[in-house]
């Protein structure tokens, strides 16, 4: 399939040998709660992605990201979805290096370590709550005599969980004028006081490990907090920002990539007939190229509110293409493949995953009207 042959092609160049490497595994193995998958990227280079060069990194551009992505949730969905969070993450701080000001000696100097060491971050944004906000954390950190914060509280599920060597985590602080703010914490998984627990019952997705991360009187110097600074209260700052549009342009990218695999096993065996194959073909390509075209639009300086605007927009029209090309593949596929083999059920409940990622298509409906209608942009 040409498009997943492009992306393969991409990944290579970035990560040689890793494709090669997963495929040797069965799907099962890859996906398997014990799988070595984070190991392997970890071997081949796979946390520099989005590194500058400046530190020793690949500096991918959102283009090159997007379709390395793909080609790995194509052979790993559980390694597409966990490294997401380790390069929304990355891209995000990364943003901030490049801002003045913005980081400290102490952030700059663990940064530096991502791509030489092989550094994987975690994102500890979800608290396992429904409906949550995820710009409103319950995890508050209180400050302590001396300095720095003491921390407590829940991240579930939080992806790498099991691999991670810095627990990004955002977190609710009272400043010292009484006014309560967002910030985001560069914790090393190491710290006392930082425990992992079993939360992610299901076997789909398993090989992410997105378990529960439980902080106990974790204590984070100043200089690992990166405070927010918003305009207004209700609109998303540079911080946010930047974490919102890798997030979404790399997840929705990710999803794309196992519905991939599952398209590639119907072109392969020519199932049903070419007018039914060209329109499955046809409907993944459309999610491609949204997906796409998002990322050049990054690169061609898009940002703010329109960056946001324009990569839940893939997303959404993503969500929508997948679903339905799902329902196809796997009819075109058939039962005896179905039961023959647990790959292609697999794939398909992979995919669906994508709709249960923040921010949910309702909860963002009516400022998304507003923004089309030309107003901002609120996300709160």
């Known amino acids: 399939m040409r498009s997943l042959t492009t992306a393969r092609g991409i990944c290579e160049q970035f990560h040689a040998g890793l494709l090669d490497a997963l495929e040797d595994l069965p799907l099962g193995t890859r996906e398997g709660e014990d799988s070595p998958v984070l190991e392997l990227y970890r071997k081949h280079g796979g946390p520099g992605l989005l590194v500058p060069a400046a530190y020793g990194g690949a500096a991918a551009g959102p283009l090159e990201a997007v379709r390395v992505q793909r080609a790995l949730a194509a052979a790993s969905p559980s390694l597409g979805v966990a490294t997401v969070m380790h390069h929304f993450t990355v891209a995000m701080l990364f943003r901030l290096a490049e801002a003045t000001g913005r980081l400290t000696p102490a952030q700059l100097d663990l940064l530096s370590s991502v791509a030489p060491d092989g550094l994987l971050l975690a994102s500890g944004w979800a608290e396992g709550r429904t409906d949550q906000n995820i710009l409103a954390p319950s995890v508050v950190a209180e400050r302590i005599p001396g300095g720095g914060y003491r921390v407590n509280g829940s991240k579930k599920p939080c992806s790498l969980s099991g691999s991670m060597d810095v627990l990004t985590a955002s977190v609710q602080v009272t400043h010292d004028d009484g006014r309560s703010g967002l910030?985001?914490?560069?914790?090393?998984?190491?710290?006392?006081?930082?425990?992992?627990?079993?939360?992610?019952?299901?076997?789909?997705?398993?090989?992410?490990?997105?378990?529960?991360?439980?902080?106990?009187?974790?204590?984070?110097?100043?200089?690992?907090?990166?405070?927010?600074?918003?305009?207004?209260?209700?609109?998303?700052?540079?911080?946010?920002?930047?974490?919102?549009?890798?997030?979404?342009?790399?997840?929705?990218?990710?999803?794309?990539?196992?519905?991939?695999?599952?398209?590639?096993?119907?072109?392969?065996?020519?199932?049903?007939?070419?007018?039914?194959?060209?329109?499955?073909?046809?409907?993944l390509d459309a999610a491609v190229s949204l997906v796409e075209g998002a990322a050049r639009s990054l690169e061609d300086g898009t940002e703010g509110d329109e960056a946001v605007a324009a990569v839940l927009t893939a997303r959404y029209a993503t969500q929508d293409l997948l679903a339905q090309t799902v329902d196809q593949a796997v009819e075109m596929l058939g039962g005896m493949a179905y039961i023959r083999s647990g790959d292609v059920a697999y794939l398909a409940s992979a995919v669906r995953a994508l709709a249960f990622h923040p921010p949910s298509r309702a909860s963002v409906a009516a400022e998304l009207a507003e923004y089309f209608a030309g107003g901002p942009l609120r996300l709160s």
């Open 183 to 283: 910030a985001l914490m560069l914790i090393p998984a190491s710290s006392p006081g930082i425990t992992t627990r079993p939360f992610w019952a299901t076997p789909v997705l398993a090989a992410s490990q997105s378990h529960e991360v439980r902080l106990t009187d974790v204590v984070v110097p100043e200089e690992l907090v990166i405070h927010s600074t918003p305009e207004d209260a209700d609109r998303l700052d540079d911080l946010q920002t930047a974490g919102f549009t890798w997030f979404e342009l790399l997840a929705t990218s990710s999803y794309v990539g196992a519905a991939s695999a599952l398209v590639a096993q119907v072109l392969a065996g020519k199932r049903g007939t070419p007018a039914e194959r060209a329109q499955l073909a046809v409907r």
